[in-house]
T-cell receptor, first 113, second 115 residues
Framework: ETGVTQSPTHLIKTRGQQVTLRCSSQSGHNTVSWYQQALGQGPQFIFQYYREEENGRGNFPPRFSGLQFPNYSSELNVNALELDDSALYLC????????????FGSGTQLSVL | GESVGLHLPTLSVQEGDNSIINCAYSNSASDYFIWYKQESGKGPQFIIDIRSNMDKRQGQRVTVLLNKTVKHLSLQIAATQPGDSAVYFCAETLPSNFGNEKLTFGTGTRLTIIP
């Protein structure tokens, strides 16, 4: 176990709805990165939060947004859900903003109907 | 542009044999590479990494080889065990002055160990 916990584990939403996914980072880690993993694909970088600020963003539209809290936990929010948003959403924590030593959670499986 | 790909989507290996998983990358500026293992229902798990100033690195039963001339990365797993069955991803990062070194993952190779 990595110490990174995500909730919920599974979620079903309908098109147009909004969703919030949560992540608790490993103790001592101050950086959280979010990835989207479509079925049969590798994870795709969404964004990273470091010291409560967005610190890099992948090719995702603005309806994907996030927060990081003083305890370094994080939320991923997706507005106006689309069918293609169905995927496994992975949270990874690390110390510092480098991608070395990323520890991933088990993910939230989101299904959009 | 950035892209990380794999030559084969699936690989079956007899238990006890060695396995080799290959990965090609296109960006010669990438300076850090990582292999991850992902089991069903779990997030990616770090296996081994290598920097671009090295061509080989060994861990416990695993070896990563980097050939910068042909932009090729491989993961060798020795004496495979049933627990090695999983999807394996290679990932790369570009150097960044801002510290936000995102990982770019390949599609993955499903390794199946045959008892």
């Amino acid at each position: 176990e990595t110490g990174v916990t995500q909730s919920p584990t599974h979620l079903i939403k309908t098109r147009g709805q909004q969703v919030t996914l949560r992540c608790s980072s490993q103790s001592g880690h101050n950086t959280v990165s979010w990835y989207q993993q479509a079925l049969g694909q590798g994870p795709q970088f969404i964004f990273q939060y470091y010291r409560e600020e967005e610190n890099g963003r992948g090719n995702f539209p603005p309806r994907f947004s996030g927060l990081q809290f003083p305890n370094y936990s994080s939320e991923l929010n997706v507005n106006a859900l689309e069918l293609d948003d169905s995927a496994l959403y992975l949270c990874a924590s690390s110390f510092g903003s480098s991608s070395e030593k990323l520890f991933f959670g088990s993910g939230t499986q989101l299904s959009v109907l | 542009g950035e892209s990380v790909g794999l030559h084969l989507p699936t690989l079956s290996v007899q238990e006890g044999d060695n396995s080799i998983i290959n990965c090609a990358y296109s960006n010669s500026a990438s300076d850090y590479f990582i292999w991850y293992k992902q089991e069903s229902g779990k997030g990616p798990q770090f296996i081994i990494d290598i920097r671009s100033n090295m061509d080989k690195r060994q861990g416990q039963r695993v070896t990563v080889l980097l050939n910068k001339t042909v932009k090729h990365l491989s993961l060798q797993i020795a004496a495979t065990q049933p627990g090695d069955s999983a999807v394996y991803f290679c990932a790369e990062t570009l150097p960044s002055n801002f510290g936000n070194e995102k990982l770019t993952f390949g599609t993955g190779t499903r390794l199946t160990i045959i008892p």
